[in-house]
């Protein structure tokens, strides 16, 4: 069965950086798009970054320039490295993962999570 496991969490100074990962196993053979959302408690999830399979990124205008989302279709892994870190940044930070279905719309497949703290 297909598994996702995320991990790069921790706690962090303002300024700092960290770098997530998000690794797919089992029976997952190809990915088409990869995102990262976060959640903050008491506020809804967001989307933070999406790659799609052709490599094309989008990121939300509050991490534009700070964040790089990539991936390796290898090892059906996607990063999301974060620079210039901010308290305002602190959340959960899920991974999803869209995989492609014969005759079917794709999967999502998420993360169990991984917290991401920014403080002094």
């Known amino acids: 069965q297909a598994q996702v496991v995320e991990s790069g969490g921790g706690l962090v100074q303002p300024g700092g950086s960290l770098r997530l990962s998000c690794a797919a196993s089992g029976s997952i053979f190809s990915i088409n798009a990869m995102a990262w959302y976060r959640q903050a408690p008491g506020k809804q999830r967001e989307l933070v970054a999406t790659i799609s399979g052709d490599g094309s990124t989008h990121y939300a205008t509050s991490v534009k320039g700070r964040f790089t989302i990539s991936r390796d279709n290898a090892k059906n892994t996607v990063y999301l490295q974060m620079n210039s870190l901010k308290p305002e940044d602190t959340a959960v930070y899920y991974c999803?993962?869209?995989?492609?279905?014969?005759?079917?719309?794709?999967?999502?497949?998420w993360g169990q999570g991984t917290q991401v703290t920014v403080s002094s």
């Open positions: 999803k993962l869209s995989v492609p279905r014969r005759n079917l719309t794709p999967y999502d497949y």
